[in-house]
């Protein structure tokens, strides 16, 4: 049985023996790991080609960043693959009324959208060289009757942007990593994976620009999670018991509007942070809020 998972790592200690190009490090309370994926080793993990930077923080929903040391490291890591100069469109995937779906959209409305502000920011504040950054929440195909991926195509376009960064909640093999782990991907992002609900993929080929995919785990596939909890033996019989009616199921978390919310802060301020690092986390709160 393949185990499901969104996290470039997982699928990589599911293939022992993979050549993939990585480094660790260690900084700030936090174990980061770079991963380069490219030919064979892609086709292996299943995942594209690209750059996969997993942060694994202490349990999010456990504690408090009350020194933003955790959105420092996310914020540092994310410069690394955005492009430096531009307008960067941030956009907040998944949909709003389902909890464990709603890290993308709740992330966004942490960003501070600076693009038709950038002139007055500089006049009142003092600052030079503020980045634009434009911010949407395209919610999901039932509700529009639009793919996130054809909303996207039209905004760039308008905007010009020079990178999308998308944001989503994942899923993961293993409920250790739920709330605990961010990855950070240059590979772009199929919305939808938290939930088993993949839409079309967003990414450079289909945007024409680079997309930088971020997400955080904040679900486990039912079938995942007991099939790594008792083995490959019986998996028909487990597959009956776990997906009824072959209905798919999955588990989050019982403190998932907790982890949502504390997940959102950190992925939202780290973006801030990533694109206008003049100003504090506690600056873009008073912004924001």
Do not use: W
């Amino acid at each position: 049985m393949t185990y499901r998972t969104d996290l470039a790592m997982e699928a990589r200690q599911a293939q022992p023996g993979t050549n993939a190009q990585t480094e660790e490090e260690q900084r700030n309370g936090c174990r980061i790991e770079r991963m380069q994926v490219n030919g064979e080793t892609a086709k292996l993990l299943g995942k594209a080609q690209g750059q996969y930077i997993t942060i694994e923080v202490p349990a999010i929903s456990d504690h408090i960043d009350g020194e933003n040391r955790y959105i420092e490291v996310v914020s540092e890591e994310l410069r690394r693959v955005v492009p430096q100069e531009g307008l960067i469109l941030v956009a907040g995937l998944g949909n709003r009324e389902i909890t464990a779906d709603a890290l993308g959209p709740r992330a966004a409305g942490q960003v501070l959208a600076t693009r038709h502000i950038v002139g007055e920011l500089e006049r009142i504040l003092g600052e030079k060289e503020i980045r634009p950054v434009a911010v949407v929440s395209p919610d999901v195909l039932g509700n529009t009757g639009m793919e996130s991926l054809e909303v996207l195509h039209g905004l760039t376009e308008q905007l010009k942007a020079s990178a999308v960064i998308a944001v989503d909640a994942l899923a993961s093999r293993s409920v250790g990593r739920l709330g605990c782990t961010v990855q950070i991907s240059d590979a772009g992002i199929a919305p939808g994976s938290g939930i088993g609900n993949r839409r079309p993929k967003i990414d450079r080929d289909t945007l024409g620009i680079p997309v930088i995919g971020v997400g955080i785990p904040t679900v486990v596939e039912a079938m995942t999670l007991a099939m790594d909890l008792v083995g490959n033996h019986k998996a028909q019989e487990i597959r009956e018991q776990v997906e009824p009616r072959g209905a798919g199921m999955v588990v989050t978390p019982r403190e998932i509007d907790l982890l949502i919310e504390r997940s959102a802060r950190l992925v939202g301020m780290s973006i801030n942070r990533a694109l206008n690092s003049q100003f504090t986390v506690d600056e873009f709160t008073a912004l924001v809020h």
